[in-house]
């Protein structure tokens, strides 16, 4: 019995479900962003299996696309969250709709 591409995208939409539901549940800057990277991983692992189900090599490459912006994200998103929470000394999302000028 072997893993089949449709189990990878059952384990790909489950992941990017918890993914979306850390988003609209949770209120913590740094949860929603890990909740975004978990929905990213989530969309790369769709593109592997896709690529590998149709022999090409398509898929590999996208994920590459994929990580490059992941990683710009990364640094920009946990930036303007460590500045934030110098400031403010919280992450909660509620209390950032005040920085309002």
């Known amino acids: 019995m072997s893993v089949t591409p449709g189990w990878y995208m059952i384990l790909a939409a489950v992941l990017f479900a918890i993914g979306a539901s850390g988003i609209l549940l949770r209120r913590n800057a740094l949860v929603m962003f ?43 998103g946990l930036a303007i969250i460590v500045a ?3 400031k403010r000394a919280t992450a909660s999302v509620d209390e950032l709709s005040e920085l309002r000028g």
């Open 34 to 76: 890990m909740s975004i990277e978990l929905m990213l991983n989530a969309v790369n692992l769709t593109f592997v299996a896709a690529g590998r189900q149709l022999g090409t090599l398509e898929g590999q490459v996208s994920v590459v696309f994929v990580m490059v912006v992941a990683a710009a994200e990364v640094v920009v």
């Open 84 to 86: 934030v929470f110098r």
